[in-house]
């Protein structure tokens, strides 16, 4: 019995993000007007497409990609001004790369 409830507290710390979130979810459930109809409001499709977007950059941030690309990018500015423009640029120009 003690061990589960060290395991339920060790994930409530590291999963503080997801608690917070189902805590205010159902907060907000209570000033909801009573005919809405909650499972209409899920959308399956952005649920799946945010879940394989989020593995795709954990995948990515566990490979090194991000470290290479965030050294590369600091080692060719010189300024943090610079930098927040390259990073700004990259985002407007990214279709055209």
């Known amino acids: 019995m003690a061990a589960n409830v060290q395991s339920i507290k060790s994930m409530m710390k590291n999963e503080s993000l997801l608690i ?3 805590v205010l ?3 907000s459930m209570f000033f909801a007007s009573s005919d809405v109809v909650y499972s ?3 959308d399956l499709k952005v649920i799946v497409l ?3 977007l989020m593995a795709c950059v954990a995948g ?5 990609v991000f470290q290479s690309l965030f050294s590369k990018l600091t080692a060719k500015t010189v300024s ?3 930098l927040s ?3 700004i640029l990259v985002c ?4 055209w790369l």
């Open 20 to 22: 917070i979130a189902a």
């Open 85 to 87: 423009l390259m990073l």
């Open 60 to 64: 990515l941030n566990e490979s090194g």
């Open 50 to 52: 945010l879940f394989c």
């Open 92 to 95: 407007f120009f990214h279709q």
């Open 40 to 42: 209409e409001h899920v």
């Open 25 to 27: 979810a159902l907060v």
């Open 80 to 82: 943090v001004r610079k």
